[in-house]
């Protein structure tokens, strides 16, 4: 008797300890299968705030072939698509009026994430209260290109001679060259007006009635002016990031060369949503253990073979993914941020 009253503590306390197991395996089994049950009956739908056929709409689309199957329940994912004022129709439309049960998930303009903060019109939402899940892709390195044969070719020459940066209009392409204009001392002239883009910019720079433009992607670059690279007609001259590309390990970042916390932080502001292109969401309010469900299945499905191939093959840049956690992180410190470095930042954003 007197060692089984020794043992007896020991023993009932292993046997909580199994049962308090059994009981934790058993409640998460049963929150699977409700998981399951639920999106199994309700199946997902992805809402994409622009048209059919452009970019945002095919990266819907290839998430919705194979987000499914990460997903409790492996339910069927359709598309919808609804258009209108950059985005800001369909996010005021799933965030006010969508439903809350994690049965609809959406895509907007990466500049949602702070259309509030830069007041942008006709916003009825606070991106800070999504469910965000993440995101599969960048807008890659924006760099500044000049040929070789221009006035300026480096950074501390630009800032001594003026050379003429071509521009489709008040967007990145003019946006980014009078940032480092004001902030790095450039002495960019900007010739707006190339209303065909990239394809009419890069004609005027081979036509020589422009130096270069200020906003191009390294990635495009590489791939379809591979030729310019080759034979050093263009040369990039700065990266208009956050940080660098291991690729250009000798080419200026904009964001180290800030003068101070101010310049740092209005390029937070232009640089940083770029970073999490075309980020999903849920609105407001979802459960929490579906939003987890759907985190979870977001992040594996960014490792997915078969969705990885399927990305590629359709965006070329390939899988770059940034957590909810990054997102959030990066709205939580921009919010704070002075409404004189807001403003300064505006310009260059809308």
């Not at 009956?41 to 059919?52: E, F, N, R």
């Not at 250009?248 to 502001?269: C, K």
């Amino acid at each position: 008797m007197v060692a089984w009253s020794r043992k007896a503590p020991f023993v009932v306390a292993a046997l909580c300890a199994t049962f308090g197991f059994l009981t934790s395996v058993l409640s998460a089994s049963a929150q699977q299968d409700d998981l399951a049950r639920f999106w199994r009956t309700q199946g997902l739908t992805i809402v994409v705030g622009y048209a059919p056929g452009g970019g945002y709409d095919q990266s819907a689309r290839v998430l919705a072939r194979h987000f499914g199957k990460h997903l409790p329940g492996n339910p069927t994912i359709s598309v919808r698509n609804m258009p209108g004022a950059g985005t800001v129709v369909a996010a005021n439309h799933v965030n006010n009026n969508g439903l809350r049960d994690g049965s609809l998930i959406a895509l907007y303009a990466d500049l949602m994430t702070l259309a509030p903060l830069l007041k942008l019109p006709g916003v009825q939402f606070d991106p800070r209260q999504f469910g965000w899940l993440g995101s599969m892709a960048s807008r890659g390195t924006p760099i500044v290109i000049v040929r070789t044969d221009a006035p300026a070719t480096t950074l501390e020459q630009a800032r001594e001679r003026e050379i003429v940066m071509a521009a489709s209009g008040p967007d990145a392409t003019s946006a980014y060259a009078f940032l480092a204009n004001d902030l790095l001392g450039t002495k960019f002239r900007v010739i707006a007006g190339y209303r065909g883009g990239t394809s009419e910019i890069m004609l005027a720079i081979e036509r020589g009635e422009a130096h270069g433009r200020a906003s191009h992607d390294w990635f495009s670059l590489k791939t379809n002016q591979k030729e310019w690279l080759d034979r050093r007609f263009i040369k990039p001259m700065l990266q208009m990031s956050l940080k660098r590309n291991p690729e250009l390990p000798d080419v200026p970042l904009a964001y180290e060369l800030a003068a101070n916390e101010e310049a740092r932080q209005i390029m937070e502001l232009v640089f940083g949503s770029a970073h999490f292109f075309r980020a999903f969401s849920t609105p407001p309010g979802v459960p929490p253990a579906r939003l987890a469900a759907l985190r979870a299945a977001f992040e594996k499905t960014k490792d997915d073979p078969d969705f990885v191939r399927d990305w590629t093959s359709s965006s070329a840049a390939g899988v770059d993914y940034s957590s909810y956690t990054e997102i959030e992180n990066f709205m939580k410190r921009v919010y704070a941020f002075s409404p004189e470095v807001v403003a300064r930042a505006e310009k260059y954003l809308k």
